[in-house]
C-alpha cells in the first residue's frame, strides 16, 4: 500500500527522550518539522497546523535501525515482500531495516539493487536499505560490482544465508570493501563441520536423535574473519553470534584494534536449545540456540559493548514449511515485530542494561556501524523517530502478525516494550490501535 | 492396592514412559509370549482394529514382527512402504497424517527417517502412534523387547550392568535402551570410537569405556549394535577392518571375561565386523531369544494401546431392564 | 452411598463339603482316566486344584490341571479402558479326546463360560466338555448352564458375590453382597 509521508508538523509531548547518540534522557518534547528533528527541549511551542501526539509516560527515541532482515522478494513473494517487511518493521518500531541479497534471483547487481530501493519507497514504511552480495550469485566464486550496487544504494555487501568459505574470497572482499567504506557482514559457519546439523550440538540434540552443529563450527570462522581484518584493515561484521566463544575471540581481536563489529539476535539473548524440546521447528534457526552460558556470555558481551547491536535476522517461512519434521523444516525465525519486546523484557527489565544502553545498541550503534543515517535526535537529523510504551504488558499472538509469516519461537510469551508510534522520514508509518 | 498404570494414546520412545509402565509392558508381554507357542497362535482381542504398518524406510524385520504381532491379536492389518526418493518428505508427513485420520485408521505403526516423525504424527491424529524407530531419535519397542530378554536372563534390571557396544550416536536402539536401562535401575555404560559417540552422555548418566576389554570387565551384558558402512565411508572411522580389530566382540576377548556375559544385537549382524559368528551363535547369546520377545512385546504393546470406550461399559452393565 | 448387606452363604466347612460333594459328581460324570481339570483365572484355579487333590485322595488318580486365563477372549474389551491384566494360561498337553471340566468359583451372565469355550477350542478338540461351579448366581445372558453346581443363589443385578479362598484370601468363605453393584 503507497503512502505518501505526512507533510505537517509533529510535536511530540512530554515522553521521555532518550537520544544516546548525545548522552540526552530527560522528559521533553521533539518538534519534527520538514523531515529532520527540528527541536528537542521541554516546553516547546506548537507550529501551525503541527500534528500535537502526547508522549506522556512514554519513551521518545530515535528510530531502531535492524541491519539484518530478510525479506523474501525477489523470488518468495508468500513470505514476505519489501512492503510487507517495511510494515512490520514500522510495527516494531524499527525506521530503518537492511535487506540481506539473498532472494531469488540474488542481489548482486544495481539493478537487483535499485528495485528493492524503489519498493521500499514505494511502501512508505521503514526505510529498506539494500545489502549487495559479496559474490555473484551468493556462490562464492567471483566478487559482485561493490562500486555499482552501492551507487544503487546498497549500504554493505554480505552472502548472508551462507558463509564465505574461501578465505581469499574473503580477504579480497575486505579489502576492496575499502574502496566505498562499507562493512563486509559475514555468516560465520564452517560447513564441513556444520553439515547436516540441525540445532546445537549437545544434550538436547543427543536426546532428540538430531544432528548437532558443535559452536566450534561458528568460531572458527570467527577467527578468521578477525585475522583477515587484521590483515586487510577492512571492516567485517559478524551476524549473529550465537557461542561465548565468538565472544572471547572478537574481544581480543577488538583489543588488538582490528575493525571488527558484531551482531546479536533477541532469541540467542533469551533462549537455549531447550527451546527445540519436543522438535519444536519454530525454534529451528542457523546458528542454533545453544546452552546458558552462552546466553549469558551474548547478554555480557553486548552490555561491555564487545558485541555492538542487536539485529533480528528476521527470516520469514510459510506455515506449511515449518510445519513438517525438524530435520526438515527450513532454518529461520521472524522477529521484527518481537525484537523490542523481547530485549526490552529480558535486558532491561531482567537487569543486564538500561533502556538507554539498549536503545543505543538498537539504534544509535546500528547507524554508525553501517553508516547509516538516523539513530540520533540530533536537530537536523532525518525525522526517523519512535515512540515506545514500555508499562503494558502483551502477548505475543503471531497471528496478529503485520509480517507474511507467523514462525516465531515467542508465540505465547508475555512481552513488555512495544512501539505506540512509528515516524519516517517525518510521516507517522505506524501507530499501534490506529488500525494503520 | 495401587492403580494399575496406563499408557498414553501413542508409544513414542522409552524416554517419556515411567518405570511403572515399563514394567506394565512387560509383564503384560508374558501370556503373550505363551500365545506365541500355542498351535493356533491367535487370540480375538483386536478383532476389528485396523492397523496400518506405515514404513517410510525399508525394514523386513521389525515390519514382519509387527504384522505377527497384529495377526496374532486378530487384527486387521494394511502394509503401506513409501520409498522415499519420488515423494517429497514434509509434505507427505502431513498429508499421510490426514489421510490416515480421514480413513479412520485405529492404530498406525510407523518408521520414519526423520527423528521426531512419530511425534508429528501423534499431535494430529486421533490413532494411536507406535513409534517403530525414528530417525536417531528412539525405537522403543526395541528397548523393551531388549529389557525383557534382559529380565528373562537375570531375573531382574536393577543393578545390572549392561554396556551398549557400537555407533552410539546414529542409534536409536542406543537411545531406547539407555532410557529403558536408567528407569528401571541398571547400570549402563556405552563402548565405542568417540567419534561415534553423542555429546552430554554422561550427563545422563551413562559411563563410557574407551576400550572394549574394559567394557567386557565390567558389564554383565553387552548390546552389540550394528555398524553401518556408511559410517567408513562419512569418514567416522577409517575401516570396518580396524573398526573389528579394535572394538570387535571376539570369542577370544569374552574368554578373558571373569563371568559370563550376555551377548545381546538388534540385527541384522554384520558377522566378522561388529560381532564374531561363535559369539552371536555361542551359549550366551540370546539373539534369537530378542526376536521371539519381539512379537511378544508389540502384541503387548498393541494390546495395551488399543484401549476401548469405557463410557460404554456402564450401559453393558446396567443390562436389560428387570 | 448405597447401603450393602452383607450375608455368608457358605462358610469354611459348608465350602468344604461342597467342594465334596463337587468332586463326587465330576467323578460320577467323567471316567477319572480322561478327566482334565480347567480352572479359570482367578479363583476358578485354586479350586480347579482342590478338586484335583479331592479327586486323587478318593481314587488315587492323578488328575491333570491347567489354568485357562480369558482377558484376550472377552467380548467386551472393546468398552474396558485401560487393558486389564492378563494372567496365566497354561494347559496339561494336548486337549483332544479328553474329557475338560471347566471350574470356576461363580456363574453369572455366563460370558466368561464363552470366552472359556472360545479359547479352548484354539487348543484342540475335547472329546467332552463340562462346566463345574461352585455358586450359579442365576442372570445368565446366553444359553449357557452348568453341570455340576455346588450351590444356587438368588439374587439381583445389583448384588455381588464373593468368593474367598484360602491360598490367595487368607480364609475360605462365600459372602452375598447386596446391593454393592456387580
Known amino acids: ?436 | 492396592m495401587t492403580a494399575t498404570p496406563t499408557l498414553d494414546k501413542d508409544l513414542l520412545g522409552l524416554e517419556y514412559l515411567t518405570a511403572e509402565q515399563i514394567n506394565l509392558i512387560l509383564d503384560t508381554a508374558e501370556p503373550f509370549k505363551e500365545v506365541s507357542e500355542r498351535t493356533i497362535k491367535k487370540v480375538p482381542a483386536l478383532r476389528g482394529k485396523t492397523i496400518v504398518n506405515l514404513f517410510f524406510e525399508a525394514s523386513t524385520r521389525t515390519r514382519i514382527s509387527f504384522e505377527f504381532a497384529e495377526k496374532r491379536l486378530s487384527a486387521d492389518t494394511v502394509n503401506v512402504a513409501s520409498t522415499g526418493s519420488s515423494v517429497q518428505k514434509g509434505e507427505t508427513l502431513v498429508d499421510t497424517a490426514r489421510n490416515l485420520e480421514a480413513m479412520r485408521i485405529d492404530m498406525v505403526v510407523m518408521r520414519h527417517s526423520a527423528s521426531g516423525a512419530a511425534q508429528f504424527l501423534g499431535k494430529r491424529i486421533r490413532s494411536n502412534v507406535i513409534n517403530a524407530g525414528d530417525g536417531q531419535h528412539e525405537h522403543p519397542t526395541q528397548g523393551l523387547l531388549d529389557l525383557l530378554t534382559l529380565r528373562d536372563k537375570h531375573g531382574t534390571i536393577a543393578g545390572l550392568k549392561v554396556c551398549l557396544v557400537g555407533d552410539i550416536l546414529h542409534s536409536r536402539v542406543a537411545r531406547s535402551n539407555i532410557w529403558g536401562l536408567l528407569k528401571l535401575g541398571a547400570e549402563v555404560a556405552v563402548c565405542g570410537p568417540h567419534t561415534l559417540m553423542p555429546r552430554g552422555i554422561e550427563e545422563l548418566g551413562v559411563k563410557t569405556f574407551r576400550r572394549i576389554e574394559d567394557a567386557i570387565a565390567w558389564a554383565d551384558a553387552l548390546n552389540v549394535l550394528r555398524l553401518q558402512l556408511e559410517r567408513m565411508e562419512r569418514g567416522f572411522i577409517p575401516s570396518l577392518r580396524e573398526y573389528y580389530r579394535v572394538f570387535g566382540v571376539t570369542a577370544e576377548r569374552l574368554e578373558h571375561a571373569a563371568k559370563p556375559i550376555t551377548i545381546m544385537h538388534p540385527g541384522p549382524m554384520n558377522r566378522g565386523v561388529e560381532i564374531d559368528s561363535r559369539v552371536a551363535d555361542g551359549p550366551h547369546s540370546v539373539i534369537l531369544d530378542q526376536v521371539t520377545n519381539g512379537v511378544a512385546v508389540r502384541m503387548a504393546v498393541l494390546y495395551l494401546l488399543a484401549g476401548g470406550r469405557p463410557e460404554l461399559a456402564d450401559a453393558a452393565k446396567r443390562g436389560p431392564a428387570d | 452411598m448405597t447401603l450393602t448387606d452383607r450375608t455368608t452363604i457358605l462358610d469354611a466347612r459348608a465350602m468344604m463339603r461342597a467342594l465334596q460333594r463337587l468332586a463326587v459328581e465330576v467323578l460320577e460324570q467323567a471316567e477319572a482316566g480322561d478327566v482334565v481339570l480347567v480352572g479359570i483365572q482367578r479363583r476358578g484355579v485354586e479350586l480347579a486344584e482342590r478338586l484335583g487333590k479331592l479327586i486323587e485322595k478318593d481314587e488315587g488318580v492323578t488328575v491333570p490341571r491347567g489354568a485357562l486365563d480369558i482377558t484376550l477372549y472377552r467380548d467386551d474389551l472393546e468398552t474396558v479402558g485401560p487393558r486389564p491384566v492378563v494372567g496365566e494360561t497354561r494347559l496339561p498337553g494336548d486337549l483332544t479326546g479328553k474329557h475338560v471340566v471347566i471350574v470356576d468359583d461363580v456363574l453369572y451372565t455366563g460370558r466368561t463360560v464363552r470366552a472359556a469355550l472360545d479359547e479352548l477350542a484354539d487348543f484342540g478338540r475335547p472329546k467332552r466338555i463340562s462346566l463345574c461351579v461352585l455358586i450359579d448366581r442365576g442372570g445368565r445372558e446366553l444359553p449357557i448352564q452348568a453341570d455340576i453346581v455346588g450351590k444356587v443363589v438368588k439374587t439381583v443385578p445389583g448384588d455381588r458375590i464373593d468368593v474367598m479362598v484360602e491360598e490367595l484370601d487368607g480364609k475360605d468363605q462365600v459372602d452375598l453382597v447386596r446391593g454393592a453393584g456387580a
Open chain 1, 1 to 436: 500500500m503507497a503512502r505518501a509521508p505526512v507533510e505537517q508538523p509533529i510535536l511530540l509531548t512530554g515522553g521521555r527522550v532518550i537520544d544516546p547518540s548525545r548522552g540526552f534522557d530527560q522528559v521533553a518534547d521533539v518538534l519534527l518539522q520538514d523531515h529532520r528533528v527540528a527541536a528537542v527541549g521541554p516546553g516547546l511551542g506548537v507550529p501551525d497546523g503541527a500534528l500535537v501526539w502526547n508522549a506522556a509516560g512514554r519513551i521518545v527515541a530515535p528510530g531502531l535501525i535492524d541491519v539484518h532482515v530478510h525479506l523474501r522478494e525477489p523470488g518468495n513473494e508468500d513470505e514476505e515482500t519489501v512492503a510487507t517487511g517495511a510494515r512490520a518493521a514500522a510495527a516494531g518500531g524499527f525506521t530503518a531495516i537492511c535487506a540481506m541479497p539473498n532472494t531469488d534471483p540474488v542481489t548482486d547487481n544495481q539493478a537487483a539493487v535499485g528495485f528493492v530501493v524503489r519498493q521500499s519507497v514505494r511502501a512508505g514504511f521503514a526505510r529498506v536499505h539494500p545489502i549487495g552480495a559479496i559474490s555473484l550469485g551468493q556462490r562464492g566464486e567471483r566478487l559482485a560490482e561493490f562500486g555499482e550496487m552501492v551507487g544503487a544504494g546498497a549500504v554493505a555487501v554480505s552472502d548472508d544465508g551462507r558463509p564465505v568459505v574461501s578465505s581469499h574470497l574473503m580477504r579480497t572482499a575486505l579489502e576492496y570493501a575499502r574502496t566505498f567504506d562499507i562493512p563486509v557482514a559475514d555468516h560465520c559457519e564452517d560447513p564441513a563441520l556444520a553439515a547436516g546439523g540441525v540445532m546445537h550440538e549437545g544434550l538436547v540434540a543427543t536426546r532428540h536423535g538430531l544432528k548437532g552443529i558443535p559452536a566450534a563450527a561458528e568460531e572458527i570462522m570467527v577467527a578468521r574473519d578477525c585475522l583477515l581484518a587484521e590483515l586487510t584493515g577492512g571492516h567485517v561484521h559478524l551476524c549473529h553470534l550465537s557461542s561465548r566463544g565468538s565472544v572471547e575471540i572478537l574481544r581480543r581481536a577488538k583489543e588488538r584494534g582490528a575493525r571488527v563489529t558484531a551482531e546479536v539476535t533477541p532469541h540467542h539473548l533469551t533462549l537455549t536449545d531447550h527451546a527445540c524440546d519436543g522438535f519444536e521447528t519454530n525454534a529451528k534457526m542457523n546458528p542454533p540456540l545453544r546452552e546458558a552460558a552462552d546466553v549469558a556470555a551474548l547478554r555480557a558481551a553486548l552490555k561491555e559493548g564487545v558485541i555492538d547491536c542487536i539485529a533480528s535476522d528476521h527470516a520469514p517461512h510459510a506455515y506449511d514449511e515449518k510445519e513438517t519434521a525438524f530435520d526438515e523444516a527450513p532454518f529461520g525465525v521472524v522477529g521484527l515485530e518481537t525484537a523490542f519486546g523481547v530485549a526490552y523484557a529480558e535486558l532491561v527489565r531482567g537487569g543486564d542494561m538500561s533502556l538507554p544502553e539498549l536503545l543505543s545498541r538498537m539504534s544509535t550503534v546500528p547507524a554508525q556501524t553501517f553508516h547509516l543515517p538516523g539513530g540520533t535526535l540530533r536537530p537536523g537529523a532525518p525525522a526517523d523517530v519512535v515512540v515506545l510504551d514500555v508499562t503494558a504488558p502483551w502477548t505475543v499472538e503471531a497471528t496478529a502478525f503485520l509480517s507474511k509469516s507467523r514462525n516465531t519461537p515467542f508465540g505465547g510469551r508475555v512481552l513488555t516494550g512495544r512501539a505506540v508510534l512509528t515516524v519516517v522520514n517525518g510521516g507517522v508509518v505506524y501507530e499501534l490501535d490506529a488500525g494503520r
